[in-house]
């Protein structure tokens, strides 16, 4: 059975836009959801290599409708808009939906929280877009740092909060909801807490209130798929243990031993195979040595032992093991992994002395097998600013069967609106001082 949706022929499709697309997370579930998407922007070589090989191949599930103007190659959203803003406004079809999660690491809890992160100024860039595609609907993801102000250092008191200067901004001409969702309740086996922003042009007559509607839809779309809130890690990888399919040497990496895939044991898995019968790609394991191994394999003993599963050790137990970094953890078996990050090692599997793979944390994440991904696997030192690889990208993306869940719900309310001719003529909207940010 096809669990996707599917218009019937000759229907008018709802249109999406992608900014900061990363390896594409956020499309591929509005992509099954049922949206059209038409292009999206990315300026990581890495990522942009993934987003092209799932989005752009001729034998891609889904495809972009890639206008003939914009160049398929990475692309800085600062030189879109200046490049081709006549495209922008003359050349694109009215856009029904405009999607982004800017770059989250200046706002993530998880680091610094410079105020002064230069990724922190790409929201003035996406209400630049806004302004010259003046889309009927905006859905924004971050982390939840970013509704916590920065104080700056040189004027403690002076506060800065862009989650509200943002929602200020949309509030001119849009109608905007916020809500804080964890991804574990649209059934992707990770909890994983996401600020979410919806927006509405007020020129639309049809009112809603999504994220309670999505409360409602959200029963049916996980009983639809047979799938359950809180799904655990198990649920998500014990088809790719070990112990349960060996290893061979990796197709992709000389001297790396990768999993020798066999079946699906959950219907968890069986949903990420999505009909697919090649093993999945990018089971590439870590090479560690011996002393290493051993090391694991007493972490996870100990944390089975002291039921502290799922969380950080304790500092007396880092300093036996000669730890020094606070956010190892090992998986609770039973229970939704962490957060992903992007570092591989913060991450040890539940049973096996071994840190996961990237297809295992893609898994957690909820990508379909077929997804594949591309670029270096790592990557370190200086280049960790310059480069997404493959870890990064699974971990920066929205998990695609929450953002299915969560443009299903529009879809139904933007149809809703088109059937009804619920639009009123759009008006002008100058967004250009609704942000008090620098570029």
């Known amino acids: ?127 630049e877009a806004v302004h010259l595609l003046q889309p009927k609907f905006i859905l924004i993801e971050n982390v939840k740092g970013m509704t916590i102000g920065f104080a700056e250092k040189e004027n403690p008191s002076a506060v800065i909060n862009y989650s509200k200067q943002l929602i200020e901004a949309l509030s001119n001409h849009y109608t905007v909801w916020t809500a804080m969702l964890n991804s574990s309740d649209f059934g992707v086996p990770q909890s994983r ?79 990420m195979r999505d009909g697919m019968i090649t093993p999945p790609s990018c089971t590439r394991l870590a090479r560690h040595c011996e002393k290493i191994e051993n090391r694991f394999a007493e972490i996870i003993e100990l944390c089975h032992q002291d039921g502290h599963l799922n969380t950080s050790l304790r500092k007396n137990d880092r300093e036996r093991f000669g730890l020094l970094k606070k956010a190892i953890r090992v998986l609770d078996p039973d229970q939704p992994a962490p957060t992903i990050t992007s570092m591989p090692d913060d991450l040890l599997h539940y049973s096996e002395p071994r840190t996961l793979t990237v297809r295992e944390n893609a898994r957690l994440q909820s990508f379909p097998d077929w997804f594949d991904f591309k670029g270096k696997y790592t990557t370190g030192g200086h280049l960790r600013r310059k480069e997404v690889p493959r870890f990064t990208q699974v971990a920066n993306a929205v998990p695609p069967l929450m953002a299915e869940a969560i443009g299903e719900m529009i879809l139904e309310h933007a149809e809703l609106c088109r059937d009804k001719e619920a639009y009123a003529p759009a008006e002008e909207r100058d967004f250009n001082n609704s942000l008090n940010t620098s570029r």
């Open 1 to 127: 059975m096809d669990l996707h949706r599917n218009h019937p022929h000759g229907k008018k499709h709802c249109t999406f836009i992608d900014l900061f697309a990363g390896c594409g997370g956020l499309s591929l579930g509005l992509f099954r959801a049922g949206w059209n998407g038409l292009f999206g922007i990315e300026k990581d070589s890495f990522a942009f290599e993934t987003l092209a090989t799932n989005f752009l191949q001729k034998e891609s599930r889904y495809k972009f409708d890639w206008p003939n103007w914009l160049p398929k190659t990475p692309l800085n959203l600062s030189d879109v808009l200046s490049t081709y803003q006549v495209e922008f406004t003359k050349k694109l079809p009215q856009l029904d939906l405009l999607v982004g999660g800017p770059p989250c690491q200046g706002f993530s809890s998880a680091g610094r929280r410079d105020p002064h992160d230069p990724r922190n100024q790409l929201l003035s860039l996406y209400l």
């Open 193 to 271: 807490r996401r600020f979410i922003i919806i927006a509405q042009d007020k020129n639309i007559a049809a009112k809603w209130d999504p994220f309670k509607h999505l409360e409602e839809k959200l029963p049916t779309f996980l009983r639809v798929r047979s799938l359950h809130d809180k799904m655990t890690s198990r649920s998500a990888l014990s088809d790719l243990e070990i112990t349960r399919n060996g290893t061979i040497p990796s197709h992709e990496t000389p001297r790396f031993q990768e999993i020798c895939y066999i079946a699906p044991l959950t219907h968890y898995q069986l949903q």
